[in-house]
């Protein structure tokens, strides 16, 4: 089977647990502090707006954690996921690496989202939650969350960026079909987006003041909790179905990756793919490389502070210790709008902080002129976020070329482009640009960080 | 982990040796006894002594150790008691490293701040507790590592990568691989199946491996040494205390006989070193 370029599981091999990679941390993983007592964040602290199992997988230390049956049975509509051997992009690249990605824009609303978005509509419906709110980026996450509202019953209200409202108009279109409700956010709806609009009235909007918005939601109300699409502990645990996967199908290919590559937001695709494999390393297994791509606008792994700091712009969420460009920062407009956050996932971070992964960024045209080689090759034109994964992959494998070097890299291709042609008709006509942050800004953001002692 | 496991753990490796744990409890049979015991223990080629905390319900060790444990209560033996035995054992040896061992029960009445405080004052460097509930081993474990202190992990029987006890950062020091679940003192299983996961839990914790396989004679500390960091022995230490009782003897002439036997079963491990050779070739 030399020529094969999909590798598929049955469903059966649908992952039983999720990997939680705490269990295998060297060092304690640092707990989220309450802002007003600076004492660690309890389980009693979170109730207000998550469902109690959640919260317990979110300060788990187990190392599986079941999926429910109900839950895998859902997963069955797209899961597992194929992984690709890029057969096509080695050649177009002439690189001796083998390129093997895994697609997640098989599922539903195009992304590797509803992974977590259905666990969670599933543990809210099962204690009882009616309504559950989130924000949303690009919307690739809205979507997933409505999707799961719809399968479970449960009234979803999605907050998204302006800017993203405004570039991907189908994408509330999708979400509405599905049963839930869309608004730009800064919104009129909110004291935190009130505040916003107030100061500046054509905010484009940002993933921390989306949270804000939808944080205030929530806790208006004892039917209503919220979802996180990314960052939480337990949002990056439910992705890990993606490299539990990936196992499975390198060892179908007899390979195993030297370099595992992903884009980072907030953390979770990157996660899904990567935790996995960092787990085997951490249990003696094989010394990979693991590479975290992200915006050279948004570069919170690379440019930010690791420090406590605030999930969202209003301040309303505990205090987490993160890689951060400050609560406050919001990055210039670009098209990878799920990257487009001030944080990271305290996961991520301290794997980054411990040297277990090399951050790397890059702008976004450059981002495009690869996701269009891909997409030439493979064809599948991928989600903006996805073309930084797509990017950091054709680095490692151009550097192959250069060294002469056989290795095998494997990065996550976390969605399709298919909701994205205004993106990718800007790129055409040479329309899209390379904002960079502003210094002085950034320097302003980070002044801003809360002391901690 | 503790600075005096690292260098001695560092020591043996240069020596190419496994080094020998041998147990006793703290309190047993009499304060002056058990004294002399557990300064025979080094003297008589312990590389690491590990102090029995005297508990009511030693549920996971055989009969020779309950009894032991029993003595160490009839004389009002407590868990401050292996406290106080590892301050006198540091104040005359400033290198071997002192392993505390102990159930939940005692320690949670002792406090867990309280007692972990004491134990770094007394020069101790681990502590192994053998039935916490895993929210509990999380908070004795931050402590020992706020104090330096290693906080040392069983693995029980069959071990890989998914029976690992986790998390990974509650565990320091070394790692106590014994036989199975059951009760210390029974039938050690065969020397490849020892080997076997000696090796793979070294391999999954990055830690040194200490071997609880109810070795004892000098040949079984031999074959086990071949493969571990170091060899614990428990069972035969007491036993040897407890036939010393038996035939009326107490203070010098019990902790005499206690030596001669742990000297016997260092003259093993100091063997092992030839067959770690040949394992290596």
Redesign the interface.
């Known amino acids: 089977m030399s020529n094969q370029v999909k590798y598929l599981l049955d469903e059966n091999d649908i992952p039983k647990e999720w990997y939680n990679i705490m269990a295998d941390f060297k060092n304690p993983p640092i707990p989220p502090l309450h802002p007003g007592t600076m004492q660690p964040v309890g389980p009693d602290d979170l109730g207000p707006l998550f469902p109690m199992e959640l919260i317990m997988q979110e300060v788990s230390t187990e190392r599986y954690i079941e999926i429910p049956d109900a839950l895998r049975d859902i997963y069955r509509q797209w899961r597992p996921s194929p992984l690709y051997r890029a057969r096509r992009l080695e050649q177009a690249l002439d690189t001796p690496a083998k390129i093997y990605y895994k697609y997640e824009g098989v599922s539903p609303a195009g992304s590797h989202k509803p992974n977590t978005a259905l666990a969670q509509a599933f543990y809210n419906k099962k204690e009882g939650v009616k309504r559950l709110t989130t924000e949303t980026g690009a919307g690739q996450w809205g979507s997933s969350l409505a999707l799961a509202g719809a399968f479970f019953g449960l009234e979803v209200e999605v907050f998204m960026v302006k800017v993203s409202f405004e570039q991907k108009p189908y994408r509330k279109a999708f979400m509405e079909s599905f049963g839930a409700t869309c608004h730009a956010s800064p919104s009129n709806l909110t004291e935190a987006g009130k505040a916003i609009l107030a100061e500046s009235p054509d905010n484009s909007g940002s993933l921390g003041i989306a949270i804000s918005e939808a944080v205030e939601r929530a806790v208006q109300r004892d039917d209503t909790k919220y979802a996180l699409g990314s960052v939480l502990n337990h949002v990056l645990m439910h992705q890990t179905v993606i490299g539990q996967e990936a196992i499975k199908q390198m060892e179908m290919a007899d390979d195993y990756p030297d370099i595992v590559v992903g884009c980072t937001g907030g953390g979770s695709n990157f996660s899904g793919i990567a935790f996995p494999f960092l787990g085997e390393k951490l249990r003696g297994g094989k010394d990979i490389e693991i590479v975290a791509v992200e915006p050279a606008n948004c570069p919170s792994l690379t440019k930010g502070r690791y420090a406590y700091d605030f999930g969202d712009t209003g301040k309303m969420t505990p205090l987490v210790k993160m890689h951060t460009l400050g609560a406050g920062f919001i990055p210039p407009a670009n098209h990878a709008g799920g990257l487009r956050y001030h944080g990271m996932a305290p996961l991520v971070s301290q794997v980054v902080h411990e040297g277990y992964v090399r951050p790397t960024s890059y702008h976004q045209t450059e981002c495009f002129a690869a996701g269009v080689t891909f997409g030439k090759a493979e064809g599948i034109l991928p989600a903006p976020e996805a073309n930084h994964a797509v990017k950091g992959a054709i680095e490692e494998a151009l550097k192959c070329k250069r060294d002469g070097v056989e290795k095998t890299i494997l990065f996550n291709l976390c969605g399709h482009g298919n909701f994205d042609m205004a993106a990718y008709q800007n790129y055409a006509s040479g329309l899209l640009t390379d904002d960079d942050y502003n210094d002085q800004e950034l320097a302003m953001a980070l002044a801003g960080l809360p002391k901690v002692a | 982990m503790s600075r005096r496991l690292q260098r001695r753990f560092d020591l043996l490796a240069r020596a190419g040796r496994p080094g020998l744990m041998p147990f006793a409890v703290a309190g047993d049979p009499d304060p002056v006894t058990t004294d002399l015991v557990f300064e025979t223990l080094i003297q008589s080629g312990g590389d690491l002594i590990e102090i029995g905390i005297p508990a009511r319900d030693p549920n996971m060790d055989g009969p020779v150790i309950r009894r032991a444990h029993a003595r160490a209560a009839a004389v009002g033996a407590g868990s401050l008691d292996a406290i106080s035995q590892a301050a006198r054992l540091r104040e005359r040896d400033s290198e071997t490293p002192l392993i505390l061992m102990g159930y939940a029960a005692e320690l949670r009445s002792a406090g867990p701040a309280h007692y972990m405080e004491a134990l770094a004052n007394a020069g101790a460097d681990g502590l192994l507790m053998v039935d916490a509930e895993?929210l509990e081993r999380?908070a004795w474990s931050?402590l020992a590592?706020e104090r330096d202190i290693a906080f040392i992990q069983i693995i029980a029987g069959k071990v890989d990568?998914?029976s690992?006890p986790?998390?990974?950062?509650?565990r320091s020091g070394f790692v106590y691989c014994v036989a199975s679940d059951g009760p210390t003192g029974g039938t050690p299983p065969a020397v490849a199946v020892l080997a076997s996961r000696i090796g793979i839990s070294r391999?999954?914790?990055?830690l040194p491996v200490v071997a609880g396989f109810g070795v004892r004679t000098p040949a079984m500390a031999m074959a086990v040494g071949g493969f571990a960091d170091a060899v614990a022995i428990g069972t035969v230490v007491v036993d040897a205390l407890e036939k010393s009782l038996a035939s009326g003897h107490l203070h010098h002439a019990a902790a005499e006989a206690v030596g001669a036997v742990v000297a016997g079963l260092a003259e093993g491990v100091a063997e092992a070193r030839l067959v770690q050779r040949q394992t290596i070739k």
């Open positions: 895993p999380l931050q590592r990568a998914r690992l986790a998390p990974a950062w509650a391999r999954l914790t990055g």
